[in-house]
């Protein structure tokens, strides 16, 4: 079995743009873009070979939903040992003309691919805009330890 560590970041930030027009999600995907180019350099300075890929690249939808998944280039770069970076992206919709899909929703529709191809995904740490980490009834958890 392959181990797996998968970097994403969130869209949330890039979502409250007018995505109504081409031009809207021309705007939306850019600022995703830089996003993605500063936490990507932040990675490169300390050393960690993180690979970007913008979702609408390799994802396909149909009404909202995940019509069609690519994973070939970021199974390609596991093996070659580098970190895939991921983050919300527009995303062309057969139905809808685009829909925006997050981070977290991008790494959910990888879990399992990447689990058909010998992956174990040991966890899925998701990182966002809260008071901290929730436990399952979703209360702040006051101190995070290695039994965690």
């Given at each position: ?29 850019r600022d995703?873009?830089?996003?993605n ?14 690979l ?38 527009i ?5 809808n ?16 691919p ?15 805009i ?12 006051p101190?995070i330890?290695?039994?965690?």
């Amino acid at each position: 079995m392959k181990e797996l560590i998968l970097i994403k970041l969130g869209g949330s930030l890039i979502t409250n743009k007018n995505n109504r027009s081409v031009y809207g999600l021309a705007i939306v995907q850019r600022d995703a873009f830089k996003i993605n180019r500063i936490v990507n350099e932040i990675f490169l300075e300390i050393g960690l070979p993180v690979l970007s890929f913008m979702p609408s690249s390799f994802t396909f939808a149909q009404n909202k939903k995940l019509n069609k998944l690519f994973t070939d280039p970021i199974i390609k770069a596991l093996e070659i040992g580098a970190l895939p970076l991921v983050l919300g992206d527009i995303i062309l919709d057969k139905k809808n003309g685009c829909c925006i899909f997050s981070g977290e929703t991008t790494l959910d529709n990888l879990i399992i691919p990447l689990q058909k191809a010998g992956y174990s995904i040991k966890k899925v740490i998701q990182c966002g805009i809260t008071e901290g980490i929730y436990d399952d009834k979703g209360k702040t958890i006051p101190l995070i330890t290695d039994n965690l």
